[in-house]
């Protein structure tokens, strides 16, 4: 069987100018939430931004190439905070961290006020899981920041996505809506070299699911954008490997080599040094 060709691309993100080629990028998650599904919300536990810059500098010497930093839980059956709490999480250590580092930052946040505060305070990149249910609001601020903007697919919301995994065509309706999140925001002026798509992994999908999006992946190619891929120690992978959250090294590292070689561009993971030696592998071999 011969391999899909990932399409090159050329990602702005305000001052950054990203090459989508032979390279696989790394996307590190760094959780300030105390109530993250993979368990590593030490850095929220710490409340300490000066350690999470150490934490965040040591990602970056360990192979990130991007940092994406989420102040808010998104795992299945979580309730939503406050614009407030989810600021007063974020803003220190992405203060800090802006000031110091020379990648881009990410923020993963649906939320317009904390869209704003994150894109003044210096980050390059909203990571919106809301799929269609953009806030028109938020694309204008994405527009006008020239900031770039990674679209998730997503059903309903974290509480209630887990009951919206009825599906006629899995992979044609998911490329519709992704689709449908493409024109709303080249309606509104966003350009398509800000633009990343997200299949999301586990967001109102089954296991089942999961595996088969992974395995068509390269079907997101036809929409023109950059492919981001989250399997970093998803419940899809404990599902099959029977293992808990803490141990799917393997399973991800398995997850995140078939994504690259069906076409992702970038790979959000949290075990970076593993994962970064996985990336270079991979690559190697596809190209």
Do not use: W
Request: charge should be positive; proline fraction near 5%; aromatic fraction near 4%.
């Amino acid at each position: 069987m011969a391999l899909p060709v990932r399409p090159p691309h050329l990602l702005k993100a305000c001052q950054y100018s990203i090459a989508l080629k032979d390279k696989t990028l790394l996307m590190a998650v760094v959780n300030l939430t105390p109530d993250s599904f993979s368990q590593d919300g030490r850095l929220a536990r710490r409340n300490d931004p000066s350690a999470n810059l150490r934490y965040i500098q040591q990602v970056i010497d360990q192979g990130a190439d991007m940092i994406d930093l989420g102040a808010e839980s998104s795992r299945p059956g979580s309730v939503s905070i406050s614009v407030k709490e989810e600021l007063s999480r974020l803003l220190p250590t992405l203060k800090k961290a802006a000031k110091r580092i020379q990648v881009p930052i990410s923020v993963d946040t649906c939320k317009v006020e904390v869209a704003q505060a994150a894109l003044d305070a210096g980050a390059s990149i909203i990571n919106n899981i809301q799929g269609t249910k953009l806030d028109p609001a938020l694309l204008k601020m994405v527009r006008d920041y020239k900031a770039a903007i990674v679209l998730m697919h997503m059903r309903g919301n974290p509480l209630t996505m887990q009951k919206k995994i009825s599906y006629k065509n899995l992979l044609k309706e998911v490329k519709q809506e992704l689709q449908v999140s493409v024109e709303k925001c080249l309606e509104i002026g966003i350009k398509k070299d800000r633009i990343i798509l997200d299949p999301g992994l586990g967001f109102a999908k089954t296991s089942e699911q999961s595996i088969e999006i992974i395995r068509n992946l390269y079907q997101l190619h036809s929409l023109g954008c950059p492919v981001l891929l989250g399997p970093s120690r998803k419940s899809f992978i404990g599902q099959i490997i029977g293992r808990p959250v803490q141990d799917r090294l393997l399973g991800t590292a398995a997850a995140v080599t078939l994504g690259i070689a069906f076409g992702a561009h970038i790979v959000r993971v949290h075990d970076v040094k593993e994962m970064k030696d996985v990336v270079l592998m991979s690559d190697a071999i596809i190209n």
